[in-house]
T-cell receptor, first 112, second 114 residues
Framework: KQEVTQIPAALSVPEGENLVLNCSFT??????LQWFRQDPGKGLTSLLLIQSSQREQTSGRLNASLDKSSGRSTLYIAASQPGDSATYLCAVIQGGSEKLVFGKGTKLTVNP | DAGVIQSPRHEVTEMGQEVTLRCKPI?????LFWYRQTMMRGLELLIYFNNNVPIDDSGMPEDRFSAKMPNASFSTLKIQPSEPRDSAVYFCASSSTGGREKLFFGSGTQLSVL
């Protein structure tokens, strides 16, 4: 059974800092991996999707990498801003499945 | 596009009552997912539909839960009878190609069963 783990559960940084969020998964036979952002009281917004054949994806100040063989992904946020404060979740889809398995997320606080 | 629309945003009910949650997916999307989010268990997939047909309901916790998708633009999740342990945020999400591309989530229904 696929399990997705995100460490740390919470992170607080000063504005302007570059930071890395971590995601690990137990079964490397994934189809793709997605990073989502969730604001309090809101739904999830998809940030980046990495196919299993890709190593990374970039969108603005966000860069996500994938090392499928080691079961790891990272989300790099450059020059963090208070508006980046949210919970970030990663999720994977197994090959042959359409079911996303989510981690419990990392709650990020960027202090002005 | 208005995105995925869920109603109600908040529902407070008493144990034993029937609860119906509603979802309108993004027009043109042919896959719809129902998720439940709690602090303890995180996000769990309850059921998903492709082209209005239920594909996998293995995440539905028990027979008290049922879901329907009578047409491409509407789905319901029903709990009857409701219990306090059902209290959670219920999300609906849709995508255009199963769950293998970006998933678009609604804002969720916060359910409290007293």
């Amino acid at each position: 059974k696929q399990e997705v783990t995100q460490i740390p559960a919470a992170l607080s940084v000063p504005e302007g800092e570059n930071l890395v969020l971590n995601c690990s998964f137990t079964d490397s036979a994934i189809y793709n991996l997605q990073w989502f952002r969730q604001d309090p009281g809101k739904g999830l917004t998809s940030l980046l999707l990495i196919q299993s054949s890709q190593r990374e994806q970039t969108s603005g100040r966000l860069n996500a990498s994938l090392d499928k063989s080691s079961g790891r992904s990272t989300l790099y946020i450059a020059a963090s801003q208070p508006g980046d404060s949210a919970t970030y979740l990663c999720a994977v889809i197994q090959g042959g499945s359409e079911k996303l398995v989510f981690g419990k997320g990392t709650k990020l606080t960027v202090n002005p | 596009d208005a995105g995925v629309i869920q109603s109600p945003r908040h529902e407070v009910t008493e144990m034993g009552q029937e609860v119906t949650l509603r979802c309108k997916p993004i027009s043109g999307h042919n896959s719809l997912f129902w998720y439940r989010q709690t602090m303890m268990r995180g996000l769990e997939l309850l059921i998903y539909f492709n082209n209005n047909v239920p594909i996998d309901d293995s995440g539905m916790p028990e027979d008290r839960f049922s879901a329907k998708m009578p047409n491409a633009s509407f789905s319901t999740l029903k709990i009857q009878p409701s219990e306090p342990r059902d209290s959670a945020v219920y999300f609906c999400a849709s995508s255009s190609t199963g769950g293998r591309e970006k998933l678009f989530f609604g804002s969720g229904t916060q359910l409290s069963v007293l």
